[in-house]
């Protein structure tokens, strides 16, 4: 395609350079024959993943053998975009082709679709780690991603809190930082909910707070091509796409709602309560916790306490919990009133004293995880604050999160492509009101409205149609209004109008059925 500076139309992409290098080291020019290319993003996985299809014009099968060790070229541009956003360059970090399948069609014309991964994913899997390390959750992800791996991608790094004895005992650096994304804390946020992911910014090492935080990208809207949308997605600064462009890639072509996981798998999992009881083998103690959805539901945004809160992640409006707070029965009690799953963790801390104010105090003893050193002042500090990230301030909450980011009904949306979105940002989406509700003020829809997060990003290069799509799959925790109910005697689940009959064995078999007499 021809490389130009202006966008004409929406989803207009250059493809500049698409080569195979195969085990033997030959470079095959696949630009010409390429059909389409796909890449997939997600803030739950650790790499990039895609497909590149071809014509067989080129003749691949005499250009070397093709047993599943060959790698990719490819570099895509947008025009009007600028800096690194603008491109999509994976020329010097090779992608591993992972899969082979070639599909003849009626025309006789042949199609070959490569699978490939980013490169660090393939080196993670050929690397184990076995030496002690030490620090924080984050300074030894960026060890591990740099050192081990030799990653040379842009990282992004929320810092965490404390820090941490591991022994891997053989274990990929992958594997090693996914076990530190379940367990760090954000050192600003507060917050346990930290993903490991890669973008086609680079990999990012992040918790949900400080995604929400960055604040919300581009506006998306169900209108019509051309239409106003209130709040433009701001693609460019005006000198290269005119007004009406600007809109139609805000227009939201196709939307769906996803199912998500049952109620009946997140409640006995802890999305909605739990009790944590913390045992102290050396103070022979322990602590119970409780954790409930509404009662800890923080409406204020990005707030965080010595509570507990489940966080609301949106900036700048005070929303509502995403589930309804109905009566299940005549006690009045809510889905999060009922103990649906115990969690047990050991809190092996050592003190003299059970003050909080004894964290400063000398006469702290020391333990596999907790260290005290002396500094050049006299003073004492902290330097394994393992109290700071002791399960009752982490584990429910994380579980709850987590747990109803996959649950809730998401919302899938195609719009026209933009390279600058990622997987991990937010977005604002306005959509109308069915016509049956008529509660919104302004008729959007009190759901599938406001700030959503970018969870799931295919980009779509069809190089036929000459067009860049995108698939997103977008997650909130919050609605702007909250579920009304209509209150039925006290609760909203039905009752039974009388108690059923008791057969017994005899009884059931001397059952005949009814048949109407006509």
């Known amino acids: 395609m021809t490389t130009s500076n202006k966008l004409s139309e929406p989803g207009q992409f250059d493809l500049e350079l698409a080569n195979i290098i195969t085990s033997e080291g030959v470079v095959v020019d696949l630009t010409a024959s390429v059909v389409q290319v796909q ?182 809207a169900n209108v019509e091509p051309g239409a106003k949308t209130g709040k ?54 322990y602590t119970v916790t409780t954790f409930n959805y509404f009662d800890d539901y923080e409406p204020e945004p990005g707030k965080i306490d010595n509570k507990r809160k489940m966080i609301n992640f949106f900036s700048g409006e005070k929303d509502n919990p995403l589930y309804s707070h109905a009566f299940v029965d005549k006690e009045e009690r809510r889905i999060s009133d009922f103990t649906y799953t115990t969690f047990l963790a050991p809190d092996t801390e050592i003190r003299t004293r059970d003050s909080q104010a004894d964290f400063n105090s000398t006469d702290l003893k020391s333990s596999q995880y907790d260290r005290w050193s002396r500094n050049i002042f ?71 409205r406001g700030v959503h997060l970018v969870k799931t990003l295919k980009h779509t290069f069809d190089v036929s149609a000459k067009r860049h799509m995108m698939n997103l799959v977008l997650y909130k925790d919050s609605v702007k209004q909250p579920f009304e109910f209509e209150d039925r005697d006290g609760f909203i689940e039905t009752k039974p109008v009388k108690s059923g009959e008791v057969y017994n064995e005899e009884q059931f078999y001397s059952q005949t059925p009814d048949y109407d007499e006509k």
């Open 39 to 220: 890449f997939f993003e997600s803030i739950e996985s650790n790499s990039l993943t895609g497909y590149l299809i071809v014509q067989e014009t080129v003749g691949l099968t005499n250009v070397g053998p093709l047993i599943g060790q060959e790698y990719l070229q490819i570099l895509i541009s947008t025009p009007s975009l600028k800096g690194k956003k603008s491109k999509i360059d994976f020329t010097k970090n090779l992608l591993h082709v992972t899969s082979m399948i070639e599909q003849n069609e009626e025309n006789n014309t042949t199609f070959t679709t490569f699978e490939f991964v980013t490169s660090e994913l393939v080196h993670s899997k050929r690397r184990r780690i076995n030496r002690p390390l030490e620090g924080e959750y984050s300074a030894l992800v960026t060890t591990l991603l740099q050192n081990d791996l030799q990653c040379k991608k842009d990282l992004y790094i929320e810092t965490s809190m404390g820090t941490k004895h591991v022994i891997p005992h053989n274990r990929t650096p992958f594997n090693m930082i996914a076990e530190f994304a379940r367990q760090a804390v954000s050192k600003e946020h507060g917050s346990p909910t930290y993903h490991f992911y890669e973008n086609l910014r680079g990999f990012h090492f992040r918790s949900l707070e400080s995604m929400y935080a960055e604040g919300s990208k581009y506006t998306y």
């Open 232 to 285: 433009e997605p701001g693609l460019s600064d005006g000198k290269v796409m005119d007004e009406k462009l600007t809109r139609d890639l805000a227009a939201i072509q196709s939307h769906k709602v996803t199912s998500g996981r049952h109620l009946m798998v997140t409640a006995p999992m802890g999305g909605f309560s739990s009790t944590l009881t913390s045992h102290n083998i050396f103070h022979k103690n």
């Open 378 to 448: 006299g003073g004492v500090e902290k330097k394994y604050l393992y109290h700071q990230r002791k399960s009752p301030n982490w584990l429910q909450r994380r579980r709850a999160n987590l747990l109803n980011l996959n649950s809730s009904g998401a919302l899938a949306i195609e719009v026209f492509g933009n390279t600058a979105l990622t997987c991990g940002d937010t977005v604002t989406v306005n959509l109308p009101e069915a016509s049956f509700n008529g509660t919104s003020p302004d008729g959007l829809s009190r759901f599938y």
